[in-house]
């Protein structure tokens, strides 16, 4: 397997154009296709994920492989359930073990057709398109907002649309406003009519003209490696809103009391190193999930003892990523509890080195990503499989390279 070892500079100085937004993406690629539009969305990311979406709307082949993209599996089961003819969607091993029955069971009740090929509850999945007749529906509101995006971006091409009812609390709510600002860039009339319903009018989509901002989740690992450089620095990432509707902006709050500082410019964000503040965090991540490893990482390297909570939805993300963050931190030296099944803290907890065998990453994405910067202060780290990036950010390790890391890869044994 590849194996990458790491050789942070002490500080960084850079610029760096950040990948396009991959849910910015795969929400404007649907409702393209939804309004029969002819150019395809500027800026569009060329990562794993937005790739395979825009290989399955071009192409709509009888079999369709997302491989491991969840948020494809997610949005093209609703898409096709009202797009005219018969597919099969299936995706990677992982893929084919993660849920979707609560999605599946949703599209039923508004009248699709959808079938299991293998595994009652889980893809390959066997959807015939047609016309959906009915238009209320509910769902618990802890459940994934893909599956509530990917029934609203939808309801406008429903006969009577859409009342999408949900209960008890709602997880990941900007995920839902986001979707909501893209639908109505489109044309729809989408919205929240109460404090638990949102109501979407049977009104086409218009083909309009949208420019996908840069990724504020690719952000955050830049806010990360300047947290931890010994000696700071600036970086300047051009392409990000104040105003953006992306949850994970949120981290521009988040990673003040840890040193980063936030300037907004014409061009984008200029990140600086401030005082640190934080003796100790306890943040509710159920709406900023994949946030989660990024201050996971940052916190235990910096010593702030953290305790975060709603984080139940790491487990059925690309891998469990509770356990994955719990056994990769102690080859660092920390000592991760995991209560609940949604918390995970660190109370400065520490244990011998076992970075030996390099930082494993579970074919995801965000592992290679949130550990890479602790290469500042653990000499001689290692990463593997560091190809895993792709999925999210392709050109992640030339962007370190050009902040001053120097990447040395080799092929090792597989252990």
Request: aromatic share 6%; with cysteine.
């Amino acid at each position: 397997m590849k194996q990458l070892n790491l050789i942070a500079p002490t500080a960084l100085d850079a610029r760096i154009q950040l990948p396009s937004s991959k849910s910015l993406c795969n929400r404007a690629l649907v409702l393209h296709a939804l309004a029969k539009g002819q150019c395809l969305p500027g800026n569009l990311s060329d990562c794993d994920d937005t790739r395979v979406m825009v290989r399955a709307l071009r192409e709509m082949t009888p079999v369709i492989d997302i491989l491991a993209a969840g948020t494809a599996m997610r949005f093209l089961t609703a898409y096709l359930s009202v797009t005219p003819g018969t597919h099969v969607l299936t995706g990677t091993e992982r893929m084919r073990q993660r849920p979707i029955r609560i999605l599946v069971d949703a599209l039923r009740q508004l009248g699709a057709r959808i079938d299991y090929v293998e595994n009652e509850g889980f893809p390959p999945l066997h959807v015939t398109g047609g016309t959906l007749h009915e238009s209320r529906i509910t769902l618990p509101g802890n459940v994934s907002s893909q599956y509530i995006s990917a029934l609203l971006m939808i309801a406008p091409v429903l006969e009577n649309g859409l009342t999408l009812t949900l209960t008890g609390e709602i997880v990941s709510r900007p995920y839902i406003d986001m979707t909501l600002r893209l639908m109505r860039e489109f044309g729809a009339s989408a919205c929240w009519t109460a404090e638990n319903e949102l109501q979407v009018d049977p009104q086409p989509y218009c083909p309009t003209p949208y420019t996908v901002e840069s990724d504020w989740s690719a952000a955050s690992y830049w806010y990360e490696l300047l947290a931890l450089a010994p000696q700071g620095g600036t970086v300047v990432l051009p392409g990000l809103k104040a105003d953006s509707p992306q949850g994970d902006a949120r981290i521009a709050e988040l990673f003040l009391p840890l040193g980063v500082a936030t300037e907004f410019t014409a061009e984008g964000v200029r990140l600086t190193r401030t005082a640190r503040t934080a003796e100790r965090i306890d943040t509710d991540f159920t709406h900023q999930p994949d946030m989660a490893q990024t201050f996971v990482v940052t916190c235990a390297l910096l010593g702030v003892p953290f305790r975060f909570s709603g984080l139940q939805s790491l487990k059925i993300k690309e891998t469990d990523r509770m356990a994955a963050l719990i056994a990769e931190m102690r080859k660092l030296g920390y000592v991760l509890h995991e209560s609940d099944g949604s918390v995970l803290s660190w109370d400065g907890g520490r244990c011998p080195e076992e970075k030996a065998t390099g930082i494993d990453t579970y074919e995801d994405h965000r592992m290679a990503l949130a550990f890479a910067p602790a290469a500042f202060l653990h000499e001689g780290l290692r990463i593997n499989r560091p190809d895993v990036v792709s999925k999210s950010y392709p050109h992640y390790w030339e962007d370190l390279e050009k902040a001053g890391f120097r990447l040395e890869e080799k092929e090792v044994e597989q252990c």
